[in-house]
């Protein structure tokens, strides 16, 4: 996969972070312009001949090594090295997009880290959605020598100057990451809902009028439409009933919303995947001071993906609650084998564990602020939050899809005797998993 500053896709990401791809590196010329821009700068310039925050109006010189120690002080457990190995390709191609000055050749240093496994010791505390400092101040000691690679005793090294410290760490390198491998999950399971669906709609002989051609041309939302046009051909061409419950009559509402709000959310991380949001910006031979690195798009598309995936998975627990139900199924109550068996029971307790899960995570963080550094930064996005909960939302999301999927299985085959369902589940939730 070659990095060039435009065109990095959540996809992409995620096969370099979990599919095991290599990547290389485009021209980089955007990169040089920018780097030559900078060694020409006169005048005030932010970070470079100043200090930072409520710093911004000392005059500091050769402090870009402090600022990367003091900087470099997260929290909490490290994060997983999927996550980090997908930070690392971020930056790198958003350096390539040029505008931060940063020396050009640490490009395939940050490269030969990727491909061969090394990654910082990142914390998982330590950004609020305005740039992750902490998790770039502690790559750069790598880079420098003066921290360890994780479990690694060597590593690559480049020796960035005092004026590379903070155009590197000026990013969301890290959010956005956790943002694009977020995105690209929830859009897998999203797709693979419909099948699951599907199976339900034949388990209890749902209806298919709601998808009918003529009902999604007269009210035409994107996702809906898209939504009901995956589903009806999947399904007969009759249901047993005038009209369903909304688990099936309003799935193309709920779950198009659900599509809509995914691809906006993939749309605005890519942009930012693929932006130069330094600061200062280094553009036609200045220094642009600026707030680019403010992450409040991908904050509130985040919190609205999250608030849909929640109500996907409440519509498959409600097709669960009828596949529990003779009247839907025309089998004995839970999907049981015998009269007073309790079947497929304990899969509505599950689901609603994890749904309960997803309600907890679906609240929105980017009604939240924060005033910091003596009142100079005074607004703050929490998208590092909302990119941290939408990864968290992918396990109860598989787990409910799954609980619908073995229920619905059952229902169309037929029910064995009682027996522990755990590893159906984690059949049906492998079958989920994201390429």
Known sequence: MELTGSGLTCAQLYAVAYGGARVGLGPLDRAWRAWESAQDLTGPVYGQSTGVGANKDVDVAQGGFDLLRSHAGGAGPLVPAERVRAMLVVRANQLLAGGSGVDPRVLPVLVEAVNGGFVP????????????????????????????????????RFALTSADALPFISSGAATLADAALACHQVAHLLEAAVTVAAKAFAAVGASPEPLALAVQRARPQPGQVAAAEALRPMLGVEGARLQDPYGYRAFAQVHGAALDAVRHACRTVEIDLNAAAENPLIAESLAWH????????????????????????????????????????????????????????????????????????????????????RGVEDHASFATQAARLALRCVEPLEIVLACELVAATRALGTPGPDRPLDGELDAARATFRAP
């Open 121 to 156: 010791p990142v914390r998982t505390y330590g950004a609020i959605g305005t740039g992750d400092l902490t998790a770039l101040a502690t790559t750069a000691l790598c880079l420098l020598g003066e921290l360890p690679w994780h479990d690694q005793a060597e590593g690559p």
């Open 290 to 373: 600026n707030g680019n690195f403010h992450a409040a798009s991908v904050a509130l598309a985040l919190d609205t993906l999250r608030a849909a995936v929640c109500s996907v998975a409440q519509l498959s627990a409600a097709r669960l609650a009828t596949l529990m139900e003779p009247e839907y199924t025309g089998r004995l109550p839970f999907l049981a084998a015998a009269p007073g068996a309790s079947g497929a029971m304990i899969l509505e307790y599950v689901a609603h564990d994890a749904l309960a899960e997803l309600r907890h995570l679906a609240g929105p963080v980017s009604t939240g602020s924060a005033v910091l550094s």
